[in-house]
């Protein structure tokens, strides 16, 4: 059973508009979670992470996600979105110490 | 700094074939993983490691292996590569506990015709 979920494959947007990411988590991942950009042909880097504490997170680039256990879901948001935003998003949580990845959202922004 | 590195970073390969690929992290790090990433599935967990000479499998083990004999190595080995393994790899480790960063290689792409 998919553990975390990632809503939409793809999310096409003009630069400078405000952007979310969806992402649902399930009870079989920890409450730690993270947010993961893959830009081409390169490896993932963390954006952010949620472990406790303030539901709302605040990441590299100008990204943010808020935790939200009632509808278990950590949506990743930028208010405004630049050309070198375009990268594959991912988003994990955390099993017994090894990450579980959602199936990626691709970011597209067109000038 | 620290990092991690794998190679190659372009394989082809042969159907039957046995391939390794290696990863090597400089972070001391305890736990490493492979993970493969494919269209559509993102990125699935091969096999993982939390310590030396400690392995375990992951969502889709069937067909590799690894071994761990040092803290800085976690090879990953395709006993008979088959099409259905083309994909791209990367390996990750972490510190031993599941709130900190993982950190990824750059990745393997491996083509097996």
């Known amino acids: 059973a998919q553990s975390v979920t990632q809503l939409d494959s793809q999310v096409p947007v003009f630069e400078e508009a405000p952007v979310e990411l969806r992402c649902n988590y399930s009870s079989s991942v920890s409450v730690y979670l993270f947010w993961y950009v893959q830009y081409p042909n390169q490896g993932l880097q963390l954006l952010l992470k949620y472990l406790s504490g303030s539901t709302l997170v605040k990441g590299i680039n100008g990204f943010e996600a808020e935790f939200n256990k009632s509808q278990t879901s950590f949506h990743l948001r930028k208010p405004s979105v630049h050309i070198s935003d375009t990268a594959e998003y991912f988003c994990a949580g955390d099993n017994t110490d090894k990450l579980i990845f959602g199936t990626g959202t691709r970011l597209q922004v067109f000038p | 700094d620290a990092e991690i590195t794998q190679s190659p970073r372009h394989k082809i390969t042969e159907t039957g074939r046995q391939v390794t690929l290696a990863c090597h992290q400089t972070w001391n790090h305890n736990n490493m993983f492979w993970y493969r990433q494919d269209l559509g599935h993102g990125l699935r967990l091969i096999h993982y490691?939390?310590?030396?000479?400690?392995?375990n499998k992951g969502e889709v083990s069937d067909g590799y292996s690894v071994s761990r004999s040092n803290t800085e190595d976690l090879p990953l080995t395709l006993e008979s590569a088959a099409s259905s393994q083309t994909s791209v790899y990367f390996c990750?480790?972490?510190?031993?506990?599941?709130?900190?960063?993982?950190?990824f290689g750059q990745g393997t792409r491996l083509t097996v015709v």
């Open positions: 490691s939390y310590g030396v000479q400690d392995t």
């Open positions: 990750a480790s972490s510190w031993d506990r599941g709130d900190t960063e993982a950190f």
